[in-house]
């Protein structure tokens, strides 16, 4: 079985750790983090392996894991190749939905082979991520002879591995942000206008998930455009106007989130096809 060592054991290391060592895929080995702490709170949540403090603590494995912030990657990864840990033929790879695998360039020096799996995932709980892995997708790319071993790594925790042209990263990381961490701050949003018509925050939440449920399962179930409702799918340009004004009136960074998603809202209503075409006109003076 082959030796895993892992740098910077967030939320992600310490899940996709975890499930390998359940699994019997990797032997967890050492793991270094930001602080001791992390690095002995990981170990503790993987069940497995040893918590080092320094780099130089760490003994030589087939794969390298390197899991910290996304701007810490390449230079833990030039500090990794730089202190002759690396072998010929190991394996370096990063779960970074932004950088590419040639970031990892150091380690392609040291005679080391790269690759990047980025799970298209929510990590908010490692607990939670652990337990719902099962089915994630994940977009991979890299050096053959990496993702020869990496990819059946992460099928036998039941993901569904995908490949990705590195070039194309920054799109596919910019949507995973708009669709997960962009949700959350569209809600917080919403949330914020339901306070300002007279809702406690409590009750607003409760209200408002019944729909938000609802519009996710249409989106997913009839798709984006038969799943349109509201006032800019029926036309209803003065709605619109009104809310609009007051939402300008009262904070204009709303307001401008309000325009910005109504102007894309147009284009699903345009092709849905139910509003007329004067109607739609005016909203489109209106939005953009």
């Given at each position: 079985?082959?030796?895993?060592?892992?740098?910077?054991?967030?939320?992600?290391?310490?899940?996709?750790?975890?499930?390998?060592?359940?699994?019997?895929?990797?032997?967890?080995?050492?793991?270094?983090?930001?602080?001791?702490?992390?690095?002995?709170?990981?170990?503790?949540?993987?069940?497995?392996?040893?918590?080092?403090?320094?780099?130089?603590?760490?003994?030589?494995?087939?794969?390298?894991?390197?899991?910290?912030?996304?701007?810490?990657?390449?230079?833990?990864?030039?500090?990794?190749?730089?202190?002759?840990?690396?072998?010929?033929?190991?394996?370096?790879?990063?779960?970074?939905?932004?950088?590419?695998?040639?970031?990892?360039?150091?380690?392609?020096?040291?005679?080391?082979?790269?690759?990047?799996?980025?799970?298209?995932?929510?990590?908010?709980?490692?607990?939670?991520?652990?337990?719902?892995?099962?089915?994630?997708?994940?977009?991979?790319?890299?050096?053959?002879?990496?993702?020869?071993?990496?990819?059946?790594?992460?099928?036998?925790?039941?993901?569904?591995?995908?490949?990705?042209?590195?070039?194309?990263?920054?799109f596919y990381h910019a949507a995973s942000v708009l669709v997960c961490n962009g949700l959350a701050a569209l809600l917080e949003?919403?949330?914020?206008?339901?306070?300002?018509?007279?809702?406690?925050?409590?009750?607003?939440?409760?209200?408002?998930?019944?729909?938000?449920?609802?519009?996710?399962?249409?989106?997913?179930?009839?798709?984006?455009?038969?799943?349109?409702?509201?006032?800019?799918?029926?036309?209803?340009?003065?709605?619109?106007?009104?809310?609009?004004?007051?939402?300008?009136?009262?904070?204009?960074?709303?307001?401008?989130?309000?325009?910005?998603?109504?102007?894309?809202?147009?284009?699903?209503?345009?092709?849905?096809?139910?509003?007329?075409?004067?109607?739609?006109?005016?909203?489109?003076?209106?939005?953009?």
């Amino acid at each position: 079985m082959r030796t895993l060592n892992i740098i910077g054991c967030g939320r992600v290391g310490r899940t996709l750790a975890s499930l390998w060592a359940e699994k019997h895929v990797f032997v967890v080995q050492d793991v270094l983090g930001g602080t001791p702490h992390s690095a002995r709170s990981a170990v503790a949540f993987i069940g497995g392996g040893r918590a080092v403090n320094w780099l130089e603590e760490m003994r030589a494995a087939d794969v390298w894991m390197l899991t910290p912030p996304d701007g810490k990657i390449v230079h833990g990864c030039e500090k990794l190749a730089q202190s002759a840990l690396l072998r010929r033929g190991d394996i370096v790879f990063h779960c970074s939905g932004a950088l590419a695998s040639a970031q990892l360039g150091a380690a392609v020096a040291a005679g080391a082979r790269v690759a990047s799996v980025h799970p298209l995932k929510s990590f908010a709980d490692p607990r939670d991520a652990a337990l719902t892995f099962t089915g994630t997708w994940c977009a991979a790319e890299g050096d053959r002879a990496a993702l020869d071993v990496l990819q059946p790594a992460f099928e036998s925790i039941g993901a569904r591995v995908s490949a990705i042209d590195p070039q194309c990263k920054t799109f596919y990381h910019a949507a995973s942000v708009l669709v997960c961490n962009g949700l959350a701050a569209l809600l917080e949003t919403g949330l914020r206008a339901y306070e300002k018509s007279g809702l406690a925050r409590e009750t607003a939440l409760v209200m408002m998930e019944p729909l938000v449920r609802e519009t996710v399962d249409n989106v997913f179930k009839l798709g984006t455009v038969k799943a349109l409702t509201g006032p800019i799918a029926r036309g209803d340009h003065a709605v619109v106007a009104r809310q609009l004004e007051a939402l300008t009136a009262w904070d204009a960074r709303i307001a401008a989130i309000y325009k910005a998603l109504g102007a894309v809202t147009l284009d699903l209503a345009r092709i849905q096809g139910e509003a007329d075409a004067e109607a739609l006109a005016q909203l489109k003076r209106l939005l953009i």
